[in-house]
């Protein structure tokens, strides 16, 4: 949860909300007891990434998956503006983390003065809390509760699997004097509970331990590592496997805004090791979890089986720009990046890498609209103007690209015909490998923060490989570089939209070869609407009333 919401908050949600987080006679009524609806058909509304139904979102929060494999995303929710403010626990579940189902709102502020910033949630199946006597799937969730002199940490309860909260009546169960104390995330470590917790800015992310999730003790602090930005925020620690072996290794990923490199925030990580109470790095090095400007706050779900990948997903927006971008006009701000499986790997001359690949895209992959088998020095043309979706996944391998001239380029560009914007990127086979990515043809927005090309180095590997995918979804895309060793993800606002992609390669060595191969997307919302085009929600849930919280 930011510091740049708790400046909005003040100055700009005030005047809207008769406070930060304050409902007045002025502003609309909080919706208890019933989800909130959207038309998710607007230009800009991305069909395979999460957004809310209306209003403003931020980090997810709280993300676990339960017995039944239920992915539940709770996120920093404003449900009556569209800028930060009055900030609640949304709610939506799937089955495939891209078919969502939006829930009634989670968890409410206690009072006109606090607002729910972000934090996380457990499954307590041996009832370590005492709060479920009769069950093994009772959910906590940790979060901080935002006032106007002090952050502190609360804990609510619930009996339905995660649709419905009870406070815990001796909240706080972290109590501090301190405004920039927040964002826990809670982790199960062998016998006892472990939270992750910023002290914004001071540098310093505290590791406390639990018996229960009600008793605290802080054990230790990770300080001034890595990138510093203005302030660190969103801590995240995770159990990670390591490609090719049956190791794992700890990470620690820090979100921190403002100051990223390019503005604004971006998210950092350290692989480590954790011994219960104290991480450790590997090494010095700050390492970045994406080269764009628009993937942060990024958590990973609690509850997924030891041993496999992790899975996260991240807020696709950045804290210099969200609140002015024009998908407000389409009354919704800000969606999530895709859900993403993660590993680790101790990549050539790199060393420890994060690697970060799509979830498994098959229930939204469509028909495939075109494939070459040998680009060669060639161009690859495909008209998508007939997809409903307006989204693609394309994907391109190249191989005998070793010892490649300067000049050896593979490109690519998503066009308008009707207005001539563009999104394009490409790589640079020889040099330094350089990929870059240009978002700044589009004209649908303009901002002097809204930074409009990105670049990384993406080295080829020895045996001459190198792939690229992605995934395009009208107003927001996600690249991913060497099979996931690097990725991008942008957000872009053309005033037409993009329907035409060209693929092409040029002074390739003779024994290169390029491999390509497009598929359209189906929209997740689709099957959801009404006959109105209203996605509504579960609207069947039996739900808690806000003053049951």
């Known amino acids: 949860m930011s510091l740049m919401k708790v400046w909005t908050v003040l100055a700009t949600a005030t005047a809207l909300l008769g406070g930060a987080g304050a409902h007045s006679s002025s502003a609309p009524a909080v919706p208890t007891g019933t989800p909130v609806s959207g038309n998710y058909n607007g230009q800009y509304r991305p069909q395979v990434h999460f957004s809310p139904p209306q209003g403003f979102m931020n980090d997810p929060n709280g993300m676990f998956v339960d017995s039944n494999g239920t992915y539940h995303l709770y996120y920093q929710y404003n449900p009556t503006d569209v800028v930060a403010g009055n900030q609640h626990w949304g709610h939506a579940t799937s089955r495939d983390l891209y078919h969502w189902v939006n829930q009634p709102i989670a968890i409410f502020p206690p009072n006109n003065n606090s607002q729910i910033f972000s934090g996380s949630a457990v499954v307590d199946v041996n009832n370590t809390s005492g709060f ?113 072996s049956d190791e794992s290794a700890y990470v620690l990923a820090i979100s921190i805004n403002p100051g990223a490199p390019l503005g604004g925030s971006i998210t950092e990580y350290f692989p480590g090791s954790f011994n219960g109470t104290h991480f450790t790095v590997v090494d010095g090095a700050a390492r970045i979890a994406d080269f764009a400007k628009d993937n942060y706050a990024g958590q990973f779900f609690y509850g997924t089986p030891d041993g496999s990948d992790a899975i996260s997903i991240g807020w696709a927006s950045n804290w210099q720009y969200t609140q002015v971008v024009p998908t407000g006009q389409e009354g919704w701000r800000s969606a999530m990046a895709l859900p993403r499986r993660n590993f680790l790997a101790n990549v050539t001359r790199i060393g420890w890498d994060l690697i970060s690949l799509p979830y498994d895209l098959s229930p939204v992959l469509g028909d495939q609209l075109a494939t070459r088998d040998d680009l060669g020095n060639g161009t690859l043309v495909v008209d998508y103007s007939g997809v409903a979706s307006n989204a693609l996944y394309f994907q391109a391998n190249l191989t005998g690209a070793a010892g490649a001239s300067g000049s050896a380029t593979l490109n690519f560009t998503f066009l308008s015909p009707v207005s001539g914007e563009s999104v394009s990127g490409g790589f640079y086979l020889g040099g330094d490998n350089a990929f870059f990515l240009d978002r700044g043809r589009t004209r649908g927005f303009d901002n002097p923060f809204f930074t409009d090309k990105f670049s990384a180095s993406s080295l080829i590997r020895a045996d001459g490989s190198w792939t690229l995918s992605g995934v395009i979804d009208r107003s927001i895309i996600e690249l991913f570089l060497d099979e996931g060793a690097a990725s991008a993800t942008a957000t872009f606002f053309a005033t037409q939209p993009l329907t035409l992609l060209t693929v092409s390669a040029g002074e390739l060595p003779e024994n290169a070869s390029v491999s390509v191969a497009v598929y359209a997307l189906k929209s997740a919302w689709k099957e959801y609407e009404d006959a109105d085009g209203v996605v509504v929600g579960n609207v069947t849930a039996t739900v808690a009333k806000r003053d049951e919280l």
């Open 132 to 244: 479920f006597p009769d069950q093994d799937n009772g959910v906590v969730a940790i979060y901080t509760l935002n006032t106007p002199t002090a952050q502190v940490q609360e804990i609510a309860y619930s009996h339905d699997g995660g649709y419905t909260f009870t406070r815990y009546t001796e909240n706080p169960v972290i109590n501090s004097t301190s405004t920039q104390f927040r964002d826990p995330k809670v982790i199960w470590y062998e016998d006892h509970w472990v939270m992750v917790i910023a002290y914004a800015q001071e540098f310093a992310i505290g590791i406390y331990t639990s018996p229960d999730l009600k008793s605290w003790s802080h054990a230790s602090n990770f300080t001034h590592h890595g990138l510093l930005g203005l302030q660190y925020e969103c801590p995240n620690l995770v159990k990670l496997p390591i490609q090719g």
